[in-house]
């Protein structure tokens, strides 16, 4: 079940600059999709999340860009912090499922001093 | 802050052995969800719950799984036969609202490690 992809398993950037991390799905039902961050021996945590009637939703250093004619979205990390370290998942759901979650894969982000 | 609790942390069993997962969600949540992620592999959807019944359930969730709402405030998963296969993190979650446009709230995880 490949629905929700991230084909970078890892990222590494300096601290200040911009981390991009990148998602795609091929499931057009689709209609909301969210980024966890998680840590070791913890369960994920919600970042940030957008439907699909917006291209871009923003949270303070957190923005989530989607391209539904694309079918991707990415969230951007400015500036990126080493706290920000973490592996991202990237998670979609469909409107008249009961919010069951499609995850990918995930991406490692290492963020350096 | 209000958090999804889970334990225990970590729990080793026999093969063949069943085991309960105990999960506390959040409290005024009515949605309620299991996931497992196998070492090394993505985080897989398992069973929603809602008014006390199953939701859904997806081709993992098969007879020898159960999930429960015992009391108010309790989620539990149970395994009836535990198979090597079973090895995973489990992961517990919560929301407020429908399923769609209500973000998940997970719990820590219980790591099952059968032998």
């Known amino acids: 079940d490949q629905q929700v992809k991230q084909n970078s398993p890892s990222l590494s950037v300096q601290e200040g600059r911009i981390s991009i991390l990148n998602c795609d799905y091929t499931?057009?039902?689709?209609?909301?999709f969210l980024w966890y961050k998680k840590y070791p021996a913890e369960g994920p945590t919600f970042l940030i999340s957008?439907?699909?009637?917006?291209d871009k939703n923003e949270d303070g250093r957190f923005t989530v860009f989607l391209n539904k004619s694309a079918k991707h979205l990415s969230l951007h990390i400015v500036p990126s912090q080493p706290g920000d370290s973490a592996v991202y998942f990237c998670a979609a759901s469909a409107t008249g499922n009961t919010g069951k979650l499609i995850f990918g894969q995930g991406t490692t982000l290492q963020v350096k001093p | 802050e209000p958090e999804v609790t889970q334990t225990p942390s970590h729990q080793v069993t026999q093969m063949g052995q069943e085991v309960i997962l105990r999960c506390v969600p959040i409290?005024?949540?009515?949605?309620f969800y299991w996931y497992r992620q196998i070492l090394g592999q993505k985080v897989e959807f398992l069973v929603s719950?809602?008014?006390?019944?199953?939701?859904?359930k997806s081709e993992i969730f098969d007879d020898q799984f159960s999930v429960e709402r015992p009391d108010g405030s309790n989620f539990t998963l149970k395994i009836r036969s535990t198979k090597l296969e079973d090895s995973a993190m489990y992961f517990c979650?919560?929301?407020?609202?429908?399923?769609?446009?209500?973000?998940?709230?997970f719990g820590p995880g219980t790591r099952l490690t059968v032998l």
């Open positions: 409290s005024n949540h009515l949605y």
């Open positions: 957008i439907s699909s009637i917006k």
């Open positions: 979650a919560s929301s407020e609202l429908a399923g769609v446009y209500n973000e998940q709230f």
């Open positions: 499931n057009s039902m689709f209609d909301y």
């Open positions: 719950f809602y008014n006390n019944e199953i939701s859904e």
